[in-house]
């Protein structure tokens, strides 16, 4: 069996952030291979649930994973469960549908190991019905085109929460027997006709449980002696979460003010660093305009927003150590959601003009409780800045705790880049370390590594030409886990202008890799040079990057430990990529067959016909999987429709190229002389606002339409896809590309899915 622990959001970082399929329909700290940590402010349920996690059970039926198990918070009532799936003993009919639920049950006497006999006490919720609308061996585990099939569940997170039964008027309807409940089960029901089960198997089947203690005492209302329905179905309504999710109502209250305490408790400050100065702001708050950050972000400090005076704390005297608290009042704030933020920085040689430096790296703030959420220091726009999010109704008190570094502590954050007029970093192609621990943020074509002090960071050129690399490397004051597993820059760290401490360094010229050929750098973080200059760094990295053909052995990925996530372990089996077209008939005939043009590299075109039915006024996807020979990436797709009756193609509106393997989705309409419509790379495709980066913005507009079913002729493009239904697929694909795009900033490692829920 494997076991996933249940992932929450991180309340001091964005979203991750996620889930990993971070949560899918939530925000999102996101989705896959997490980068969620332990947070301090989780309540007992969150941090019980972690330990407990969430248990997959081995089935004949279906072959199932659980991807995350995170809150969601755009209700925080609901978490969500987010996994794939692939059916083993049966090819689905075509007509057929499925859901994934969570249930509250009695457990019975198992069947046939399978299916199963149980009491089913309270349907806590379930993911959004998915129809079998590709090619049904498309979901076959061992289906030729098999693709697994993301699903996400949206349940009630405690028994307090969900809702009491109703009845008529006059009868008082029984309660829930929640003190009954020893298990929540994770279950698949199906529908429609010939699913065919092996050994005539029916559904619903049981493929997991999530910790029973998660959930919470029983609510005062239940009654333990209440018989629970033997039927699968509770005979009174069932207490499933919408899966729409609703703004927030408009701000209720009063206007206030917000009473600051800005506390500095036993910290230290070390080596040169003798002063730390810093303003607290309010800023406006627009919940839900991107759930995977928790919102946005505007306006600080201007009016009606309040900003501080700038607060000086200054070493104490013959001591190294503060113990001070800053009072600050911000007056007169509006009713509604704001952003407190605070932003400061320490200096070395603070009394002297001329030696004088700020550095903001490693400095973390602690908001206590009273939050109603906090932003993480990544959130776009506002590198190295801490928010926390208050409804303002009335005056409030909120207390802020600075943690310094420890400046004898560094951390660094390895990267390379690619250089051709410019230089720019590549996505996923870093490591953060410091000289006890690292994490990877690398795929391919990088790898990275980190044992016994010596961090080790790989590119391999894939491509048909040769590549110019750089490295960079940022230093960050603090250790790993001070610094959140990662190494912001300081503010104007690239320049060191003014009095901001140079924190970023950059190789001067990027080295030719040619193709076949890898760049790999090994450094340990303990001899990175005392003198933090371009020349001395760059001097130390001289004989530390090698360019040649890749080692015979790749470089080991990060070794978990406690404390240190691990990239997930390179798969045996290389990745597939699919070209998927979703085609609106609009024409009178039948379409009965789609010509594929695939070209791969320098090699001929190659034309493969896809038989299909899609009826006049109707929408149809078909799936290909895209055959790349050996160490090929460019590849091109086009395609042709064919009309029943007709020999002659209707060409579709335009081709994809792309210089990476990826997949590829055609949205088209066509009738029997014209088609409209584009095909994208799954990249463009995420991108549904089109602004060129695939971020949280995207996905918010996903998640805002999810289970919106299109009319045939409806193009959307939340429904990243096009196979008429925005579900889980298409947040899947939001998530999978998040950072990704000409114009994004650079982050390592984006935001996989499921990250989201940090």
């Not at 029984?174 to 199906?190: G, K, M, Y």
């Not at 880049?417 to 230089?423: D, Q």
Request: net charge neutral; proline share 7%.
């Amino acid at each position: 069996m494997k076991v996933i622990s249940r992932i929450h959001h991180q309340k001091g970082e964005i979203a991750a952030t996620l889930t990993l399929i971070s949560m899918v329909l939530v925000t999102i700290g996101i989705v896959v291979g997490t980068r969620l940590a332990s947070n301090p402010k989780l309540s007992s349920r969150e941090t019980l649930a972690q330990a407990n996690g969430a248990t997959i059970f081995s089935n004949e039926h279906i072959d199932p994973t659980f991807k995350s198990w995170a809150g969601r918070s755009g209700n925080p009532k609901h978490d969500v469960l987010t996994g794939e799936l692939c059916f083993k003993s049966v090819t689905p009919p075509s007509n057929g549908k499925y859901t994934v639920e969570v249930w509250g049950l009695k457990k019975g006497t198992s069947a046939n190991g399978q299916s199963f006999e149980n009491q089913f006490i309270v349907k806590l919720g379930q993911s959004l019905e998915q129809r079998i609308d590709s090619p049904p061996n498309t979901y076959k585990c061992d289906g030729p085109n098999y693709r697994a099939r993301p699903f996400s569940a949206i349940f009630w997170n405690q028994f307090s929460h969900v809702p009491a039964p109703t009845g008529p008027a006059g009868v008082t309807p029984t309660p829930i027997p929640f003190r009954q409940i020893d298990e929540i089960a994770v279950v698949l029901r199906v529908s429609g006709q010939n699913w065919n089960f092996r050994g005539g198997a029916q559904s619903p089947f049981k493929f997991g449980t999530l910790s029973l203690e998660s959930f919470g005492e029983a609510p005062t209302q239940s009654n333990p002696t209440a018989t629970p329905s033997a039927s699968l179905t509770p005979a009174g309504p069932t207490a499933t979460p919408s899966a729409t999710m609703t703004p927030s109502p408009a701000p209720t209250g009063a206007p206030g003010d917000i009473s600051v305490k800005v506390k500095f408790d036993n910290q230290k400050f070390t080596g040169e660093f003798n002063a730390f100065d810093f303003v607290v702001e309010t800023c406006d708050y627009a919940e839900n305009a991107d759930p995977a950050k928790f919102g946005t972000i505007s306006n600080c400090g201007t009016a009606p927003n309040k900003k501080s005076n700038l607060e000086t704390v200054r070493k104490p005297g013959n001591t190294d150590t503060i113990n001070q608290e800053v009072p600050i009042t911000l007056s007169g704030l509006p009713t509604g959601k704001k952003a407190v933020h605070i932003l400061g920085g320490f200096y070395k040689n603070y009394d002297n003009p001329s030696t004088k430096k700020k550095d903001t790296t490693g400095v973390k703030y602690d908001f206590g409780t009273t939050c109603l959420k906090t932003l993480p220091t990544s959130t776009d726009g506002y590198q190295g800045q801490s928010f926390c999010v208050i409804d303002v109704n009335g005056n409030k008190e909120q207390i802020i705790s600075v943690k310094l570094p420890n400046t004898a502590d560094k951390t660094f954050k390895l990267a390379f880049g690619k250089e051709v007029s410019n230089k720019t970093l590549m996505q996923n192609c870093a490591i953060v370390s410091d000289k006890n621990k690292g994490k990877s943020y690398a795929s391919s074509p990088c790898e990275a590594s980190y044992a016994g002090n010596e961090v080790r960071l790989m590119y391999t050129n894939l491509s048909s030409d040769s590549a110019k690399i750089y490295w960079q490397i940022n230093r960050c004051h603090g250790d790993y886990d001070q610094n959140n597993q990662d190494c912001l820059e300081n503010f104007n760290g690239k320049t060191g202008t003014g009095v901001d401490n140079k924190s970023v360094f950059i190789e001067a010229t990027g080295v030719d890799v040619p193709t076949g050929n890898s760049r790999y750098c090994i450094f340990k973080p303990s001899e990175f040079p005392a003198t933090e200059t371009d020349e001395a760094v760059r001097a130390y990295f001289a004989n530390k990057c090698t360019v040649g053909v890749p080692p015979t052995a790749t470089l080991t990925p990060v070794p978990a430990n406690t404390s240190t996530p691990t990239p997930s372990p390179v798969p045996t089996e290389a990745p597939k990529y699919y070209a998927t077209f979703s085609i609106y008939n609009n024409g009178q005939k039948d379409i009965k067959k789609v010509n594929v043009k695939a070209c791969f590299g320098d090699s001929p075109c190659q034309v493969d016909p896809l038989n299909t039915t899609i009826s006049s006024k109707q929408r149809g996807s078909i799936d290909m999987e895209l055959k790349f020979p050996e160490g090929v990436n460019k590849f091109k797709i086009g395609c042709g429709v064919v009309f029943d009756g007709n020999t002659a193609e209707v060409p579709c509106p335009s081709e994809v190229e792309s210089e990476v393997r990826q997949n590829i989705i055609f949205r088209i309409s066509v009738d029997e002389n014209s088609s409209s419509g584009n095909g994208l790379t799954e990249i463009q495709a995420s991108d549904v606002n089109s602004d060129g980066c695939t971020n949280g913005s995207d996905f918010s507009e996903v998640v805002n339409q999810y289970a919106t079913e299109l009319e045939p002729a409806e193009q959307n493009r939340k429904d990243v896809n096009g196979d008429g239904v925005i579900n889980s697929i298409d947040i899947e694909y939001t998530l999978s590309n998040l950072n990704k795009g000409d114009k994004c900033q650079y982050k390592p490692g984006g935001l996989n899915l499921f990250n989201l829920f940090q």
